[in-house]
């Protein structure tokens, strides 16, 4: 988390924490472009 706070340039740790816990609930809800070309299962 360290690393990281230092990349960002953030004095305080809790900023850091706040912002990696929003990326984390928004990649959740990535798509791979991989994944949205598959085809459909045929259906019966």
Known sequence: MRVIQVLLGHKKLS???AYTHVA?????????PIQSQRPEPPTQ
């Open 15 to 17: 900023t850091t924490a």
């Open 24 to 32: 984390a609930e928004l990649l959740q809800q990535v798509v791979s």
